[in-house]
């Protein structure tokens, strides 16, 4: 009787071991190489099943998780695509610190650049994508009147990401110290360690005021948008997509991006806050 | 001064249910463990709540299930002695025993010091519990109890903490102790001896409820009951019926001759010095084989069993080492049976 | 190296452990102290609770309470003025719920150590139950509160994910230690975090320390060595 019950358990182990296994991908065509941003023709799917990584920054979750996974999902069936998102610092240094990620879309080109510049990113592939927008927001049934990003001040709570690791934060510090009052602010100001968590004490009413995304804002109906940073006292906060060079699953990851680039995907981006670069 | 106790509780396993009162002399509650002996002291000292019955001290209720009367512990004016003592240990001996009196600092500290005296703990004062011997323990136990005068001592086996090296010794100086106390004692235990030696009265408990009750001494003389002859310690106990008016013992296959057999005989039982080793048949004389010689410190303990070949119940009887030694044919005996209790 | 977060995180853990020294002794005390069986079960699991939800689940349930949209919030907001969350107030909330519990379960685990029979004892010897509570059982469960006690400090110190929700994260007002140490691995900067993670890891050495301490301590009345 424990024979079989050994017998069988090892019959099981191998089952689960050999699905688990992925089956090599096909060895990239030279020519695949060169152009990275619209290819004439349908690449050749991979047979099998594949999964890949997306690690993306925050603010992409909704409108990639709910609307354009399943449609990739729709066009590619043999395609998984599984997704994390944090903040853009957090995701480099995983990446760096090798995680098995495929395809990366930071919030800003600083994270890209970083991971570039080490050699982690596949030469050629960084597209820049998107655009989006900083904002100032106040939770939805406040009466506190502010109506710019000077008024901020007004405001008891401020809430914005940590300029140390946040894309949003950084921006919202380069937009108050171009104003001339950012020692002000970070002396009321509440650090987020992701852009969720700044919108969700807004949204809570916790915090009094705060500095996200047109993205965030536009996701969340406890909140409402008075104002967008003042022309020039930003930079252009560009959403740039790469594949990781260590990827193994190179075709898959690339038949991905090509799909971000598409009208159909830019659209959903834009329905979402996003404008297309 | 008397006592009066009719409770009855549920308990695991069995149902405690006891009746009896005490007449002003001490009283012995003896017991297995777990017959229920320490719940019944613990019910008169009033931490654990029979389901119904009632409990009397010197005329004053104590409880009554049907009039609702329940004093509390601190109330009753008991003393309670437990197994392990309960002595504070964050106290020491003199703080100790002056727990339980209501004076002045002054007159605790006089009275305390009185006390300790008596009860031989002179300059144990400002030792703590895990300091003290094993008797010292004790004593200063009995003295914190007696030390506010109680209606009555409750002492729940005062000696199991100790070695029997010293039982011996303490159990004459306890008793001189316990002289200093003026009120009734009730002492449960599982100990033969120490009922023996503590107290007049004797009441016997088992599976909760109270199988015996009267004088120590009547009781271990002559017992009337299957229960009192088993609980004193008989270990030669046989059922009977009564045949031709001979008495025959049906679990050693022997039949008994005596002068009156009265109506209630359902049980013959023989103390192990009752027995003696002869050379010939007679009255109340029975062949029997030797099983086995247990040596004792000072006698042997024989075993033997009937020789009429049915399967029978052994029999145990004491005898001094020379006497035995000085025996020529051992394995084939003719055992005398000189005295035997009739048992209800 | 910038001291505030530590001295924050300090003063928040001396507070709560205040408070919860307290409210854990009274808690362990009545729930001792319980006859029915089943109602002990079923408190005894709702004090325990904080001790196994994740600690943003706590900070969750304590907006829930004191969130400027919620019921009690308003209020306090509309009619004192008081806004608790994102103050330096809801540190100190997030900190006794996430330590009571451990102060709670010491104080209980401590009370029920003491002899039932030593308890019984001062009952027939005429001792109220305030004299038996203040003379017998506090005396001998002390050890282990006190062990309790600097556990709880301990969690206090070290409070995290409910802290970050109901007290955010603002420099001088709530930033603890965690939140401090966190904020700079998360920037990258693990140099910058070396100063902070050597003070928590002395405080936590000298915590369990002081556990050793007291436990030891506590077995002093039944040990004739201790004593001379």
């Known amino acids: ?277 | 001064m008397s006592l009066e106790v009719s409770i009855k509780k549920k308990f695991k396993g069995f149902s405690l249910d006891v009746n009896f009162r005490t007449n002003g002399e001490y009283l012995g509650i003896l017991g297995a463990s777990g017959s229920g002996k320490s719940l019944t002291l613990k019910c008169i000292a009033g931490v654990e709540t029979p389901d119904e019955g009632r409990i009397v001290l010197n005329n004053k209720v104590l409880y009554d299930s049907k009039k609702n009367v329940n004093i509390i512990p601190q109330n009753r004016n008991i003393g309670y002695m437990f197994q392990n003592y309960a002595l504070f240990p964050n106290m020491t001996a003199e703080e100790n025993i002056g727990v339980g009196l209501k004076l002045s600092k002054r007159e605790k500290k006089i009275k305390t010091n009185e006390l300790m005296k008596l009860f031989r703990l002179e300059g144990m004062s400002y030792k703590y519990p895990a300091q003290l011997s094993g008797g010292q323990q004790q004593r200063v136990a009995l003295a914190r109890i007696i030390a506010y005068e109680p209606d009555v001592l409750l002492l729940d086996e005062p000696f199991s903490a100790l070695d029997s090296q010293l039982k011996s010794e303490l159990h004459t100086d306890f008793l001189d102790l316990l002289k200093l106390y003026n009120g009734e004692v009730l002492i449960v235990t599982h100990s033969k001896d120490e009922v023996y030696r503590f107290s007049e009265n004797l009441a016997l408990i088992e599976k909760g409820t109270i199988t015996g009750f009267g004088k120590t001494k009547e009781i271990f003389e002559k017992p009337r009951t299957l229960s009192e002859a088993k609980m004193t310690g008989c270990k030669n106990i046989s059922k009977c019926i009564i045949t031709d008016n001979k008495i025959y013992c049906s679990d050693w296959g022997i039949a008994l001759e005596t002068k009156n057999i009265p109506e209630n005989c359902n049980y013959i039982g023989i103390p192990s010095n009752n027995f003696e080793i002869v050379n010939e048949e007679g009255i109340n004389t029975f062949e029997c084989k030797l099983v086995n010689v247990i040596e004792e410190i000072n006698e042997y303990t024989i075993v033997i069993e009937n020789n009429n070949g049915s399967k029978t119940k052994p029999i145990y009887f004491n005898i001094n080492k020379e006497v035995w030694d000085n025996t020529k044919i051992k394995d084939k005996l003719h055992i005398k049976i000189n005295d035997f209790y009739i048992l209800r | ?228």
């Open chain 1, 1 to 277: 009787m424990k024979k079989i019950i050994f017998i069988l358990t090892l019959c099981l182990l191998m089952v689960l071991v050999g699905c688990n296994t992925e089956t090599p991908p096909a060895a990239p065509e030279p020519d695949e190489q060169a152009e990275p941003e619209t290819p004439e023709e349908p690449e050749e799917e991979p047979a099998a099943e594949v999964t890949i990584l997306l690690a993306a920054a925050a603010s992409l979750k909704n409108c990639i998780d709910k609307e354009l996974i399943p449609m990739f999902a729709e066009k590619h069936p043999n395609i998984t695509v599984d997704a994390t998102y944090d903040s853009s610092g957090k995701l480099q240094a995983q990446i760096e610190e090798g995680a098995d990620v495929d395809v990366f879309m930071s919030a800003a080109m600083k994270q890209m650049n970083a991971l570039n510049d080490k050699g982690l990113i596949k030469k050629g592939t960084i597209v820049e994508l998107l655009e989006n927008k900083i904002v100032l927001i106040l939770p939805i049934d406040s009466l506190t009147e502010i109506a710019s990003f000077e008024d901020i001040l007004k405001a008891e709570t401020i809430a914005v990401g940590d300029p140390e690791s946040v894309p949003a934060g950084q921006y919202a510090k380069e937009s108050f110290e171009n104003l001339g009052i950012w020692e002000d602010v970070s002396a009321k100001a509440s650090l987020g360690t992701n852009v969720t968590e700044v919108l969700s004490w807004v949204a809570a009413g916790s915090a009094d005021a705060g500095v996200v995304y047109a993205t965030d804002a536009a996701s969340n109906e406890n909140v409402k948008v008075v104002a967008e940073a003042p022309e020039g006292s930003v930079s252009k906060v560009i959403y740039p997509i790469g594949i990781i060079d260590a990827t193994t699953k190179l075709e898959a990851a690339q038949i991905f991006t090509e799909f971000l680039q598409s009208e159909e995907a830019l659209s959903i981006f834009e329905k979402y806050g996003f404008t297309a670069n």
């Open chain 3, 1 to 228: 190296m910038d001291w505030s977060p530590m001295l924050i995180s300090l003063k928040t853990a001396s507070v709560s452990i205040i408070i919860t020294f307290f409210i854990g002794i009274l808690a362990a005390k009545s729930v001792v102290g319980m006859k029915s069986d089943k109602v002990r079960i079923v408190i005894d699991g709702l004090l325990t609770l904080p001790l196994v939800l994740p600690p943003t689940v706590l900070g969750f349930f304590i907006l829930l309470i004191l969130g400027v949209k919620r019921p009690l919030g308003k209020f306090l907001l509309d009619f004192f003025s008081v806004k608790i969350v994102f103050s330096w107030t809801a540190t100190v909330i997030a900190a006794v719920v996430v330590s009571f519990p451990l102060m709670y379960r010491s104080a209980r685990g401590a009370f029920e150590q003491v002899d039932k029979n030593l308890i019984m004892a001062g009952r027939t010897l005429g001792m109220s139950e305030r004299k038996i509570f203040w003379r017998v059982t506090m005396p001998l469960a002390l050890p282990g509160i006190a062990s309790g006690g600097v556990l709880a400090f301990a969690r206090a110190l070290g409070e995290f994910g409910a802290t970050a929700m109901v007290a955010g994260n603002i420099a001088n007002k709530t930033r603890t230690l965690p939140l401090a140490i966190y904020a700079e691995v998360a920037a990258g900067n693990m140099e910058g975090s070396y100063g902070y993670v050597a003070v928590v890891v002395i405080i936590s050495f000298v915590v369990l320390s002081l556990m050793n301490y007291f436990t030891i301590k506590g077995s002093k009345y039944n040990n004739k060595d201790e004593l001379k």
